[in-house]
Structure formats: structure tokens, C-alpha cells
């Protein structure tokens, strides 16, 4: 009896740990989730995603805007049929053929002040552009973290199944000899079937899961994905200074509606000098068609006369001094929600690290005793099979709580990098700064 039950245990044992047919096929190393695999992941999206491409796209259309400022107008040639009055010059005499070439002239710094404020349109795309990579790379951070957890949420289904096959086993040999109730039977076997409708519903969400990371690459909805394992708990990382410091200098969004406020600058300064008139030269000369002969030459000098509309041109300096204000009280705000931002997520960061110590310092190993030790006795017959069940779903579920813990810590570290652009933040806890 000795020995049917070290086989018995032995078996459990294997099954547990998640052994099957086919051992001595290669094993599928899990993928671990490192900013090196992000960065692999953003350079396969930047031809790939959307959202990426258009940014892109706005980008290059604001450079090729700067290009495309003209210091010089196209002149304006000009041509007429002069007809004479009845008073008596003729045509061969005055000419009837008019010919005229007008030209605007670069005058009040007006092309410079054109090409500033495609500069700072160009500037502002640019940095919109790295805002929305940094994005995609929070995105795609959190995607693998949510597919890790996925993953390890069948693995601990798989597992739970495999223990509870075991336990059918067992129940069903004590069952025999008298030693089980019926009851007891039953409940296992309903366990077991809850456990094996569970793992199915874990294998569709782990689906969903590859199915966003495809979309964010703009990949086929069904391509596969190797196993993304969890990482290890990581270390704190304490709001202070240095974090707001390294957010501050680095947030491509901030410097994007920073560049929005010189770009409104530009704007306005332009708006004063449309105040000032234009001013063009022309030349204008009367041909004869009987001869060819060239009649009469002129010289102009044209102005407009910007002071009719001037209260309409107040109105527009208004306009733009009041988009400046707007644009720099933006960005005043948005410097202050990125402290808020900084200490909200490192506050999540530190509380999903502390579940994660908890369950594996202190609950995981507590439960795993509790369940050994109500395994031994129910099998001893000193206690209830209930206990057992009770403990193994206890058991079950802290390990799930463990790597929801984890993948949550990982979404938020997502988050601070995006802020700060750290990719290493356990080294910036250090005291170093691995940024880009």
C-alpha cells in the first residue's frame, strides 16, 4: 500500500508540474518581454502602424511646407487691345498693343517671417511624430505584458487541470476500497469540469490578446506568437526629483505644444507686418501691330492700402495673441499634470509591487503548506476532501493574483517610460538616467 501510494503521489507530481506526451520534443523557450524586443517591435510598426504612418505623413508634409515658402511671388504678365477714342489718336501712333509685367517685391521681412512659421509647424509635427512613437511603445509594452499574463493564465489552467486529473484518479482509487464518499466523486469531477470549460475560456482570451498585438503591428489578425513569459518582480521606483526632472526634459508632447507656442509667436509677428502694404513694380509698353514698333514704355510702382481695413487687421493680431496666451497656459498645465501623472503612476507601480511581494513571500507559500498539509490528512482520513478542494482553489487563485500583480507592475512601468523616457528604470532608481 507503501508503495502504490509513492506512485500515486509520483503521478500527481507529474502532472502537476505540467508534464505530457511527447517530452522529448524541443521545448518552446518563452519570449521575455525587454526594451530591446519593444524597440524591435516600434522599428517593425513605423512602416507599419496607422496611426505611426500618419503621423509620419503630417511630418513630411510640414518639412516640405518649409521648402515650399517663396521669397518672390510669380510676377504677373498682362495683355490688352488698345482701342483710341473718337477724338482722334490712331493706332499707329499711340500703339494698340499693350504688354504689362507686375512683380511684388520681398519687402518688411514678410517671406522670413512666412518661412518661421513653417519652421515652427515642421517642428511641432516632428515632435508629435516621437509623442506618438512613445505612444505606440507604451501600447505594444502593455499589449505584451497583457498577452504574458494570458499566457501564464493557461499555463496555470493547464496545470490546475492536470492536478485535478490526479486528484480524480486518487478519489476514484479510495473510492473503491471504500475510503471516499460519493460525494466527494462528485465533486471532483465537477471541479475538473469547471477547470477544463475554464481553460477554454482562457485559450479565446489568450486569443484576444495576440489579436490586439497584431493590430497594433498591423499584422495578420492570425499570426502567431510564441509564449511571453512574465518577468521577475521588479525593483521600486520612488517618485522624486530626478523622475519629474528626466519627465520634464524629455515629454515630446510638452516641447510639441511648447513649439505650438513659438509657432503662435511667429504667427503673430507675421499678422503685424500684413499691417504694412505691399509694394510691387511693373513695366508696361504700347506696340503698334502694323510695324512691330514699340510705341510707348512705362514704369509702375503700386501700394496697397492697408489702413482702410485696419481694425480688421487689430482684429486679427487679437486673434493670435490670444491663441499665444492659450497655447502657453497649455502647456503651464500640462508640466503640472505630468508631476500628477508621475506620482499617480509610481504609486500604482509600488502597490502592484507590493501585492507581488505578499503573494510570493508570504501568501503562495502559505497556501502551498495549507494545501500539502489538508492533502496529508484527507488521505490519512483526518480530514475533509473539502478542505483539499478549498485550498487548491485558494492556491490557484493567489498565483493568478501573482501574475496579475506583475503584469500590472509592467503596465505602469509602460506608462513612467513614456513620461521620462527611461527604459531601464531600475537602473534610474539606481541613480543613473538609461534614457534614449
Known amino acids: 500500500m507503501k508503495t502504490h501510494r509513492l506512485i500515486l503521489l509520483f503521478s500527481i507530481y507529474l502532472l502537476a508540474r505540467g508534464l505530457r506526451a511527447g517530452n522529448d520534443a524541443p521545448v518552446e523557450r518563452p519570449l521575455g518581454?525587454?526594451?530591446?524586443?519593444?524597440?524591435?517591435?516600434?522599428?517593425?510598426?513605423?512602416?507599419?502602424?496607422?496611426?505611426?504612418?500618419?503621423?509620419?505623413?503630417?511630418?513630411?508634409?510640414?518639412?516640405?511646407?518649409?521648402?515650399?515658402?517663396?521669397?518672390?511671388?510669380?510676377?504677373?504678365?498682362?495683355?490688352?487691345?488698345?482701342?483710341?477714342?473718337?477724338?482722334?489718336?490712331?493706332?499707329?501712333?499711340?500703339?494698340?498693343?499693350?504688354?504689362?509685367?507686375?512683380?511684388?517685391?520681398?519687402?518688411?521681412?514678410?517671406?522670413?517671417?512666412?518661412?518661421?512659421?513653417?519652421e515652427a509647424e515642421a517642428a511641432r509635427e516632428r515632435l508629435n511624430l516621437r509623442d506618438e512613437t512613445e505612444r505606440l511603445r507604451r501600447d505594444l509594452t502593455a499589449a505584451l505584458f497583457d498577452l504574458a499574463l494570458a499566457d501564464e493564465s493557461v499555463e496555470l489552467a493547464r496545470e490546475d487541470l492536470a492536478w485535478l486529473g490526479a486528484t480524480v484518479a486518487a478519489v476514484d482509487n479510495?473510492?473503491?476500497?471504500?475510503?471516499?464518499?460519493?460525494?466527494?466523486?462528485?465533486?471532483?469531477?465537477?471541479?475538473?469540469?469547471?477547470?477544463?470549460?475554464?481553460?477554454t475560456t482562457l485559450g479565446l482570451l489568450l486569443g484576444r490578446q495576440r489579436v490586439e498585438l497584431n493590430r497594433l503591428l498591423n499584422r495578420a489578425m492570425d499570426a502567431p506568437w510564441p509564449t511571453v513569459a512574465l518577468p521577475a518582480i521588479s525593483g521600486p521606483v520612488p517618485f522624486d526629483d530626478r523622475l519629474v526632472s528626466a519627465a520634464l526634459d524629455f515629454a515630446p508632447k510638452l516641447k510639441a505644444m511648447q513649439q505650438e507656442t513659438a509657432r503662435n509667436v511667429a504667427v503673430a509677428q507675421l499678422t503685424r507686418r500684413q499691417r504694412l502694404p505691399e509694394?510691387?513694380?511693373?513695366?508696361?509698353?504700347?506696340?503698334?501691330?502694323?510695324?512691330?514698333?514699340?510705341?510707348?514704355?512705362?514704369?509702375?510702382?503700386?501700394?496697397?492700402?492697408?489702413?482702410?481695413?485696419?481694425?480688421?487687421?487689430?482684429?486679427?493680431?487679437?486673434?493670435?495673441?490670444?491663441?499665444?496666451?492659450?497655447?502657453?497656459?497649455?502647456?503651464?498645465?500640462?508640466?503640472?499634470?505630468?508631476?500628477?501623472?508621475l506620482h499617480h503612476v509610481t504609486a500604482n507601480l509600488e502597490a502592484a509591487r507590493s501585492q507581488?511581494?505578499?503573494?510570493?513571500n508570504e501568501i503562495i507559500p502559505l497556501t502551498e503548506q495549507t494545501l500539502s498539509s489538508a492533502r496529508a490528512a484527507w488521505e490519512s482520513n483526518l480530514g475533509l476532501f473539502q478542505d483539499v478542494l478549498d485550498a487548491r482553489r485558494m492556491l490557484v487563485e493567489?498565483?493568478?493574483?501573482?501574475a496579475q500583480a506583475i503584469a500590472e507592475q509592467g503596465r505602469q512601468m509602460a506608462d513612467i517610460t513614456l513620461l521620462t523616457g527611461v527604459y531601464d528604470l531600475a537602473s534610474f532608481a539606481a541613480g543613473s538616467t538609461g534614457t534614449h
Open 356 to 360: 507581488a511581494l505578499l503573494y510570493t
Open 174 to 199: 479510495r473510492y473503491r476500497v471504500g475510503k471516499s464518499t460519493q460525494v466527494e466523486w462528485l465533486k471532483v469531477q465537477t471541479e475538473r469540469a469547471k477547470a477544463a470549460n475554464q481553460l
Open 33 to 118: 518581454i525587454t526594451p530591446e524586443l519593444v524597440n524591435q517591435l516600434v522599428a517593425e510598426a513605423r512602416g507599419r502602424n496607422p496611426a505611426l504612418v500618419a503621423a509620419a505623413a503630417r511630418s513630411d508634409a510640414a518639412s516640405e511646407a518649409v521648402d515650399s515658402v517663396r521669397k518672390w511671388e510669380d510676377p504677373v504678365f498682362t495683355f490688352g487691345l488698345w482701342m483710341p477714342g473718337p477724338q482722334g489718336f490712331t493706332s499707329s501712333e499711340m500703339g494698340n498693343l499693350v504688354y504689362g509685367l507686375e512683380q511684388r517685391l520681398p519687402v518688411f521681412g514678410r517671406p522670413e517671417l512666412r518661412r518661421n512659421v513653417a
Open 279 to 341: 509694394v510691387g513694380v511693373g513695366l508696361q509698353a504700347r506696340q503698334y501691330s502694323g510695324d512691330g514698333g514699340i510705341r510707348e514704355g512705362t514704369m509702375t510702382v503700386d501700394l496697397s492700402l492697408p489702413w482702410l481695413n485696419r481694425r480688421h487687421y487689430d482684429a486679427d493680431l487679437r486673434r493670435d495673441q490670444a491663441s499665444l496666451r492659450a497655447a502657453e497656459h497649455d502647456a503651464e498645465e500640462y508640466a503640472v499634470s505630468i508631476r500628477a501623472e
Open 398 to 402: 493567489n498565483r493568478q493574483a501573482l
